[in-house]
């Protein structure tokens, strides 16, 4: 097979473990096995509030890759359910600021908890070994993809 087809495969298996991991049955199974019945742009709010801290709702948008309506909608629903809270800016009163609550935390860990027991089903028959070099080229390669998107980005804003 030539770097050609492999790099076609690979780009084919990369789209398709996308698909099916960020898909609906997935994201069903993970809400289903955690007790956690959010959408999954409110999942991922809860996620990146959970890595980050509080923050401004631009930045969350930027953080989650979601868009900034998207965002306002999700963040009322989530906190009128009491998953966060919001509050002004300290700095600028014209800038909210999200902040994950308790509930909404025990909520993202519940998730996490779902999402890692379903991939240790997944993976049981891997060896640690098997584990340990797919993570590390899996690593290598979103390294790499970041690195060149960035490249792409900067060239782009340079012409």
Not at 47 to 59: A, E, H, N, Y
Not at 123 to 133: I, K, V, Y
Request: proline share 3%; net charge positive; aromatic share 4%.
């Amino acid at each position: 097979m030539s770097r050609v087809d492999d790099l076609r495969k690979l780009d084919q298996a990369l789209l398709r473990i996308n698909r099916i991991s960020t898909g609906r049955v997935a994201s069903r199974a993970r809400s289903e096995h955690s007790g956690v019945m959010l959408s999954r742009p409110a999942i991922s709010i809860l996620g990146t509030l959970q890595s980050s801290g509080p923050v401004r709702l631009s930045s969350l948008a930027r953080l989650t890759g979601l868009e900034a309506p998207l965002i306002s909608r999700e963040i009322k629903e989530l906190s009128d359910e009491g998953y966060v809270f919001r509050a002004s800016d300290p700095t600028d009163g014209r800038a909210g600021i999200v902040e994950l609550s308790s509930k909404g935390s025990d909520a993202w860990k519940r998730f996490r908890r779902a999402a890692d027991d379903i991939n240790a089903e997944t993976f049981a028959d891997w060896s640690a070994e098997d584990l340990r070099t797919l993570r590390v080229l899996l690593e290598r390669a979103a390294r790499d993809v970041v690195n060149r998107s960035a490249h792409v980005e900067r060239a782009d804003r340079a012409s």
